[in-house]
Each structure stands twice: as structure tokens, then as C-alpha cells.
């Protein structure tokens, strides 16, 4: 039985919106596979690893059948990329087997049963939805994702947190050293005058919609149950489960009432911590920033006792001030902003610094001292 026989691109694009989530090793093997499902012209692809389910859909579906297997997602990808750009491709089932036929090229991949692939159990309702654009949300989650911490045993951790209320949609992603939050207002006449939603959302969802979303104007629909939250944008619907636990209290750890303040060109300072993190061990990523009137002096050694200095001028005059902070957390935030300059908010030698954006509220960036 035929499924599909459609050009290449048109049967590897939607397969590569689904592979990215797939183990290669699992303790359910069915997992390493995708579950296609034909019902007449319109082919579904779908994938989970139990946490995350992505489903895209194509009309290159041949004939008026309704069938559906599930094949190996990696192999059958690698034997599409492999073939040429421009070539036609026709999938077919037979005997538990899958074949794949492109010109004089044919491979036979092992199939297992559609019955006994695990799909994600959807609630009956969601509690809360909403619409935004996808560059809005891709926005939102690029300007905090990379705050979120890496199996910290603090799970709740290892996410990012999403809080609707009313008009406003906040990220936050935080590590224990750094905090990053970002808000964005929703277009008052799509948004609707929900209760407000805290929830968590697992590192391995967001850096997947980083990898799905583009850069246009097309809507998202979010929708959020107690347990689970669903993407839907384009030919993609994204479904995921949600972190349990209790959130940091973002609010008490982002510092207000600074006093010494000053504003620094991004790119001059991104080049000047590159230059000076040189010096700096994989072990110890230490810089020191020595604040007096109208410059910053940074540097940085290591263990071979060797030194880096750089020195930046800046409109300062709030008494000299000593403080080291891990480089790879500045690097990380400045690689990230696109605006020429940037603010940075001090207390003492013992507090955390402020990160943010002149004339602009939506993003702040906090990042833990570090002893030198």
C-alpha cells in the first residue's frame, strides 16, 4: 500500500519538525520511532518521548486509505537527507516493512504497531488561552532561556516559568547565580481577561519551540491546563507536559532602590569580557570589575599566573567600588540583547548586580557576585 509520493523536501521538512524531540536510546524502544498516520491526502507525523509530543501535518498523502505504522524517525531522515534535493519520493507498507523508493535507490526499514504507540492523554479543558504572535513568544523565551539551569536537583529549576495575567505575559529562567525575566504585552484585542496562570515549563519544550518558532507574525495559541500546556501555531502542535513545584519568588530577588548606575555600550563591553575571559580557566571563570570615577577597569588570572586587564570609560561618578562576577553569565546575557546599550545597576561588593535596558521596563538581568 502506497502512503505518500510527493517530492523530497515536502516529506523530510515536516519529519524534521518532529525528529528533533526523539531518544536514540530509550527504555521504550517504540519511542525512537514516529507514528504516521494517512487518512486520504492528509499525512500526520507524530513523535513523544512521554514529556513532549509534536504533531505536524502534510496533504501528500496518495490515495483514499486510512492507514497508519510507525517507523525508526532517525533512519528514515538520514535516507532523505541522503538522497537528492530534487528527487521524488514514494513511501509504501508491506509486510510489517516500510519502503522507501527514490529513482533507482530503495531501502526497507522494520515498522512496529500504531496500537502500541503512547500518545499524549489531552485534558478535557484548559483552563486558560491565549494568542500571540510567534516572533512575540520566540522573543519572550530567547531573552531568559538561557538562565535556565541544567538537572539541577532542584527540578523546578530546569525550566522556564510562564505567568499570564490580564494583558502581560512574563518569562523567567533562573539557575541559583542568575535570574532572567522578560514581559511582553499581549494585543488588547486578542487578549482576554484570564485569572492568572503560573507555570512551569520544561527546558527540553523551550529549547524546542526556540528551534520551531520563526520570526513572523503568525499566531500562537497557548493554551494552559493544571498539568499541561499546548503550542499550536502553523501545521505544528506542540504538547507537554508541565514542571511541578514552587518557582523562586522572582520579585524579592530582583534588587530595587540602586543608586550607582551606569550605561555601557553592549558591544564594547561584550568585546572587552571576550578578550579578558582568554585568561580564565574552564574551572574558574572569575572576572573582577574595579568601578571608579569615569572608567571600569576588568581583569581576570589564572592558576599559571597570567593576567588580562581592560579598561572602558564610562559616565560614573558614584565612589569606587570592587566586584567579581562569572563571565560566562555576562557573556551569556550580552550575546543575547540586540540594543546598543545596556545598564548596569550596583549595590556593594556583596550584592547582586542589575541588568537592564535604558527607557526600557520588559527586561531585567540579575546576576550573583563572585569572590576573587
Same mark, same amino acid.
Given at each position: 500500500?502506497?502512503?505518500?509520493?510527493?517530492?523530497?523536501?515536502?516529506?523530510?521538512?515536516?519529519?524534521?519538525?518532529?525528529?528533533?524531540?526523539?531518544?536514540?536510546?530509550?527504555?521504550?524502544?517504540?519511542?525512537?520511532?514516529?507514528?504516521i498516520?494517512?487518512?486520504?491526502?492528509?499525512?500526520?507525523?507524530?513523535?513523544?518521548?512521554?514529556?513532549v509530543?509534536?504533531?505536524?501535518?502534510?496533504?501528500?498523502?496518495?490515495g483514499?486509505?486510512?492507514?497508519?505504522?510507525?517507523?525508526?524517525a532517525?533512519?528514515?531522515?538520514?535516507?532523505?537527507?541522503?538522497?537528492?534535493?530534487?528527487?521524488?519520493?514514494?513511501?509504501?507498507?508491506?509486510?510489517?516493512?516500510?519502503?522507501?523508493?527514490?529513482?533507482?535507490?530503495?531501502?526497507?526499514?522494520?515498522?512496529?504497531?500504531?496500537?502500541e504507540f503512547?500518545?499524549?492523554?489531552q485534558?478535557?479543558?484548559y483552563?486558560?488561552?491565549?494568542?500571540l504572535?510567534?516572533?512575540?513568544?520566540?522573543?519572550?523565551?530567547?531573552m531568559?532561556?538561557?538562565?535556565?539551569?541544567?538537572?539541577?536537583?532542584?527540578y523546578y529549576?530546569?525550566?522556564?516559568?510562564?505567568?499570564?495575567?490580564?494583558?502581560?505575559?512574563?518569562?523567567?529562567?533562573t539557575?541559583?547565580?542568575?535570574?532572567?525575566?522578560c514581559s511582553?504585552?499581549?494585543?488588547?484585542?486578542?487578549?482576554s481577561d484570564?485569572?492568572?496562570?503560573?507555570?512551569?515549563?520544561?527546558?527540553?519544550?523551550?529549547?524546542?519551540?526556540?528551534?520551531?518558532?520563526?520570526?513572523?507574525?503568525?499566531?500562537?495559541?497557548?493554551d494552559?491546563?493544571p498539568n499541561?500546556?499546548?503550542?499550536t501555531?502553523?501545521?505544528?502542535?506542540?504538547?507537554?507536559?508541565?514542571?511541578?513545584?514552587?518557582?523562586?519568588?522572582?520579585q524579592?530577588?530582583?534588587?530595587?532602590?540602586?543608586?550607582?548606575?551606569?550605561d555601557i555600550?553592549?558591544?564594547?563591553?561584550?568585546?572587552?569580557?571576550?578578550?579578558?575571559?582568554? &585568561?580564565?580557566?574552564? =574551572?574558574?571563570?572569575? @572576572? %573582577?570589575f574595579?568601578?571608579? +570615577?569615569?572608567?571600569?577597569?576588568?581583569?581576570? $588570572?589564572?592558576?599559571?599566573?597570567?593576567?588580562?586587564?581592560?579598561?572602558?570609560?564610562?559616565?560614573?561618578?558614584?565612589?569606587?567600588?570592587d566586584?567579581?562576577?562569572?563571565v560566562?553569565?555576562?557573556?551569556?546575557v &550580552?550575546?543575547?540583547? =540586540?540594543?546598543?546599550? @545596556? %545598564?548596569?545597576?550596583?549595590? +556593594?561588593?556583596?550584592?547582586?548586580?542589575?541588568? $537592564?535596558?535604558?527607557?526600557?521596563?520588559?527586561?531585567?538581568?540579575?546576576?550573583?557576585?563572585?569572590?576573587?
Amino acid at each position: 500500500m502506497q502512503l505518500v509520493k510527493s517530492q523530497r523536501d515536502a516529506l523530510l521538512r515536516p519529519l524534521q519538525i518532529v525528529s528533533g524531540i526523539v531518544e536514540r536510546r530509550h527504555t521504550l524502544p517504540i519511542l525512537a520511532n514516529i507514528l504516521i498516520r494517512k487518512e486520504g491526502s492528509k499525512l500526520s507525523f507524530l513523535s513523544t518521548d512521554i514529556e513532549v509530543q509534536i504533531t505536524t501535518h502534510a496533504d501528500i498523502g496518495s490515495g483514499s486509505d486510512t492507514v497508519a505504522t510507525t517507523v525508526a524517525a532517525r533512519k528514515l531522515q538520514d535516507i532523505l537527507r541522503a538522497l537528492p534535493e530534487s528527487s521524488e519520493v514514494a513511501l509504501s507498507l508491506s509486510n510489517k516493512k516500510m519502503t522507501v523508493q527514490s529513482g533507482k535507490s530503495r531501502f526497507n526499514l522494520q515498522t512496529l504497531a500504531a496500537e502500541e504507540f503512547p500518545t499524549v492523554t489531552q485534558p478535557e479543558r484548559y483552563s486558560a488561552s491565549l494568542t500571540l504572535p510567534q516572533k512575540t513568544l520566540k522573543h519572550l523565551f530567547s531573552m531568559v532561556h538561557f538562565s535556565m539551569a541544567q538537572q539541577d536537583i532542584r527540578y523546578y529549576l530546569n525550566g522556564l516559568l510562564l505567568v499570564v495575567e490580564g494583558k502581560k505575559v512574563v518569562a523567567v529562567a533562573t539557575d541559583g547565580h542568575r535570574l532572567a525575566y522578560c514581559s511582553v504585552e499581549l494585543d488588547p484585542a486578542k487578549a482576554s481577561d484570564v485569572a492568572r496562570q503560573d507555570v512551569i515549563i520544561p527546558r527540553k519544550t523551550i529549547i524546542e519551540l526556540q528551534r520551531l518558532l520563526e520570526d513572523n507574525d503568525e499566531p500562537v495559541n497557548v493554551d494552559i491546563a493544571p498539568n499541561q500546556v499546548r503550542f499550536t501555531f502553523g501545521n505544528v502542535e506542540l504538547i507537554s507536559k508541565l514542571v511541578e513545584g514552587k518557582f523562586p519568588d522572582y520579585q524579592r530577588v530582583i534588587p530595587s532602590g540602586y543608586t550607582k548606575s551606569f550605561d555601557i555600550s553592549r558591544e564594547t563591553w561584550l568585546q572587552s569580557l571576550q578578550r579578558v575571559a582568554i &585568561l580564565t580557566s574552564d =574551572k574558574f571563570k572569575g @572576572v %573582577r570589575f574595579i568601578l571608579s +570615577d569615569n572608567s571600569v577597569k576588568i581583569s581576570s $588570572t589564572n592558576a599559571d599566573q597570567e593576567d588580562a586587564q581592560d579598561e572602558i570609560e564610562i559616565d560614573y561618578k558614584h565612589g569606587p567600588l570592587d566586584i567579581g562576577f562569572n563571565v560566562s553569565y555576562l557573556l551569556d546575557v &550580552l550575546n543575547n540583547l =540586540k540594543t546598543e546599550k @545596556v %545598564r548596569v545597576s550596583v549595590g +556593594d561588593s556583596n550584592s547582586s548586580a542589575l541588568i $537592564t535596558v535604558p527607557d526600557n521596563n520588559d527586561f531585567k538581568y540579575v546576576v550573583m557576585p563572585m569572590r576573587i
